[in-house]
C-alpha cells in the first residue's frame, strides 16, 4: 500500500506481504479504539448522575456540567486539535490526546470536590478533541482509497455509533456493580492497552510545511464554539429570549465571524476557506450537522422514556437499547456494499429517510407501551438508517481535500456532528418541555417526548433536502493533488470502491 512521508508525498506501493494486512487491521483497531472511548464518554455518565450528586454534593447546575463541560470543550477544541495532527504529527497527536483524556479519567475517577470532577471532564474533552480527529486521519492513511478504505470508514462510523449506543448499558452495569468512580476509572486500563498498541502500530505521518498553528484563529474558533455550545445549553434552563441565552448566543456568533474574517486574510489559516470550495466537503459536513440535531437526541429521549415513563432500572434501560446498537452496526457495515454499486449520496439519502420514518413511528408511544412496539422495532429502524447514512456523509467529507488538510477535514466532520447534536439536543429538549406543558406524569412526559421524536424526523427530512439539492454526485477536484504512481479517475464517486478494488479477495 502507499506510505505517505513526513512532507507529504506519497511513494510508490509496496508489495503485499503476508504481515501487511494484520498490521494494517491493527492500526484500525487502535484508532476505532480511541474513537469509542471519545463517544463512549459523551453519554456514558447519564445514569450515573444521581450517584454522583449524592457523593460529591453537587448542585442541580452542577450535576448538568458533569454533562456539559465534556461536550463544550470537545467540540471547541476539535478544529485546533485536527489542524495540529497535520502539523506536529497525527501519530504524535493521537498518543498526546489519548494521555490526556486517560489521566483526566483518573483524576475524575478519584475527584473528592465537586469542582474537581468537572476540571476533570473538561480535561478529558480537551484530550478528546486533540484524539479524535487522528483516528479518522491515521486510519484514512493506513488504508488506500476504496474498497478497502470504505470498509474501514464503516468500521470507525460503526464502532463511534456503538460507543455511543453502548454509554447508558456500560454506565448502568458499573454503577450498579461497583460505584459511579468507575464510569470514569475504566478508562484508565482501556486507555493505557490502547497507547501501548498505538505507539508500536501506528506510523507518524504529517503535512509538509512549517510547523505554524494559527493561534488567533485557534482562539476565535474554540472561544466562539464554547460560547455558543454555552448558550444552546443555557436554552433548556433558561428558554431561548432569556438574557441568559442570547447574550452567549449572539457572543458566539460574533466570535465566529471574526473568526472567519481572520481566517480569509491570514497566510496560514487554522480552517483554509477553499476547502468549502470543495462542493462534497461543504455539502457533506452542512449535511452531517443536520443529521446530528435531528437524530443525536435518540438515545437521550429513549433512556428517559424507558425509566421515567416505563419504569426500566439504568440497567435495564441500557440493555432494551442492545438491538438499536447493533441496527446502527449493521447499517454501518452494509453501507460500503450498497455505496458500491448506488453511490455514496443515494445511500446517504435513503439512510436518513429511514431514520425519519424511525423517529415518525417513536412518535406515536404511548405511555403503556410494549417494549416491542415502543422501543425495539423503531429504535432499530432509526439507527439501520443512521448507520447507513453517516459512512457515505464521512467518506464524502473526507475524500475531495488535499492529504495535507486531511486531519483538519477529520476534524470538520466530528465539529459538525458534536456542534449539531449538541444544538439539536437543546432543542428538542425545549419541545419535549412544551410538549408535556410542565406534567410529570406519565401521559405528559411521553407527549412531550413524542413531539420531541416527531421534530426530529422533520429535522432529518431537511437533511435529505439539502442533500438533493446540493450534494454533488460525486466530488469535486481535490484542491491540491497529491504525486501519485499512476493515472487517477477524478469522475469516480470517491466513496465508491474501484471494479478492482471490490474484488472478492478483498472482502
Given at each position: ?13 509496496r508489495?503485499?506481504s503476508s504481515?501487511?494486512r ?6 484500525i ?18 445514569v450515573?448522575?444521581p ?18 463541560a ?11 486539535g ?5 502539523l ?8 498526546v490526546g ?7 479519567s483518573?483524576a475524575?475517577?478519584l ?7 468537572l ?21 484514512t492513511?493506513?488504508?488506500?482509497e ?6 474501514a470508514?464503516?468500521t470507525w462510523?460503526?464502532v463511534?455509533a456503538?460507543?455511543g449506543a453502548a454509554?447508558g ?11 459511579w ?10 486507555g493505557?492497552?490502547v ?11 504529517r ?6 498553528l ?8 474554540t ?16 428558554g ?5 441565552t ?9 466570535l ?6 481572520v481566517?480569509a486574510?491570514?497566510r ?15 455539502a ?12 443525536f437526541?435518540m438515545?437521550?429521549?429513549?433512556t428517559?422514556y424507558?425509566?421515567n415513563v ?7 434501560a ?8 447493533l441496527s ?11 455505496m458500491?454499486?448506488v ?25 403503556h ?6 422501543i425495539?422495532?423503531?429504535g432499530?429502524l ?18 475531495g ?20 447534536g ?17 406534567g ?13 421524536f416527531?421534530?426530529?424526523?422533520f429535522i432529518?427530512?431537511?437533511?435529505v ?5 446540493w450534494?454533488?454526485r ?5 484542491l491540491r493533488?497529491?504525486?501519485a ?8 464517486d470517491?466513496?465508491?470502491p474501484?471494479?478492482?478494488a471490490a474484488?472478492p479477495s478483498?472482502?
Open positions: 500500500m502507499s506510505r505517505t512521508s513526513s512532507d507529504g508525498h506519497i511513494s510508490a506501493p508489495p503485499r504481515r501487511t494484520p498490521s494494517t487491521w491493527l492500526v483497531l487502535a484508532a476505532c479504539a480511541g474513537q469509542f472511548l471519545v463517544v463512549l464518554d459523551v453519554s456514558v455518565v447519564n450515573a448522575l450517584s454522583m450528586r449524592s457523593s460529591l454534593g453537587l448542585s442541580s447546575t452542577g450535576l448538568q456540567w458533569v454533562v456539559n465534556y461536550a463544550i470543550a470537545f467540540a471547541g477544541f476539535m478544529l485546533l485536527g489542524r495540529a495532527g497535520d506536529f504529527g497525527r501519530k504524535r497527536m493521537f498518543l489519548l494521555g490526556l483524556f486517560t489521566l483526566a483518573l475524575g475517577g475527584a473528592q470536590e465537586g469542582w474537581q470532577l476540571a476533570a471532564r473538561a480535561v478529558q474533552g480537551l484530550g478528546a478533541a486533540v484524539l479524535a480527529p487522528s483516528t479518522l486521519t491515521i486510519l492513511s493506513a488504508v488506500p476504496g474498497a478497502a478504505r470504505a470498509r470508514i464503516a462510523t460503526a463511534g456503538g460507543g454509554g448499558l456500560v454506565g448502568g452495569a458499573l454503577t450498579d456493580a461497583l460505584s468512580r468507575w464510569v470514569l476509572l475504566i478508562n484508565v486500563p482501556v493505557a492497552l497507547l501501548v498498541g498505538a505507539a508500536r502500530w501506528i506510523s507518524e505521518s503535512a509538509g510545511g512549517a510547523r505554524r494559527d493561534l488567533p484563529g485557534a482562539v476565535l474558533v472561544a466562539g464554539t464554547a460560547v455558543l455550545a454555552y448558550g444552546i445549553v443555557q436554552t433548556e434552563a433558561e431561548w429570549t432569556a438574557a441568559a442570547l447574550v452567549p448566543l449572539l457572543a458566539g456568533v460574533v465566529i465571524g471574526l473568526f472567519l474574517t481566517e486574510r491570514t496560514v489559516p487554522l480552517m483554509p476557506l477553499k476547502l468549502f470550495k470543495v462542493r462534497s466537503v461543504a457533506a459536513n452542512a449535511a452531517m450537522f443536520i443529521c446530528g440535531a435531528g437524530s437526541g438515545w437521550y429521549f429513549m428517559l424507558a425509566q416505563l419504569h426500566y432500572s439504568p440497567f435495564v441500557g440493555l432494551a437499547l442492545i438491538p438499536s446498537s446502527v452496526v449493521a447499517g454501518s457495515k452494509l453501507a460500503p456494499r450498497v458500491a454499486r453511490g455514496a449520496k443515494h445511500v446517504a439519502v435513503v439512510g436518513t429517510l429511514i431514520t425519519a420514518v424511525g423517529f415518525g413511528w417513536q412518535s406515536t408511544m404511548t405511555a407501551g410494549t417494549y416491542v412496539v415502543s425495539m422495532l423503531p432499530m432509526m439507527m439501520l438508517g443512521a448507520g447507513l447514512a453517516m459512512t457515505p456523509l464521512a467518506s464524502l467529507a473526507t475524500s481535500a488535499a492529504p495535507g488538510d486531511a486531519g483538519l477535514v477529520s476534524g470538520l466532520v466530528n465539529t459538525a456532528r458534536t456542534l449539531g449538541a444544538l439539536g439536543l437543546s432543542v428538542l429538549s425545549t419541545v419535549a418541555a412544551s410538549g408535556s406543558r410542565g410529570t406524569g406519565a401521559e405528559a412526559l411521553t407527549a412531550g417526548y413524542g413531539l420531541a416527531r421534530w426530529g424526523g432529518l427530512l431537511g437533511a433536502v439539502l442533500m438533493l439539492l450534494m454533488p460525486a466530488s469535486g477536484p481535490v493533488r497529491p504525486a504512481s499512476g493515472p487517477v479517475d477524478e469522475r469516480r470517491p466513496a465508491a474501484s471494479p478492482a474484488s478483498d472482502d
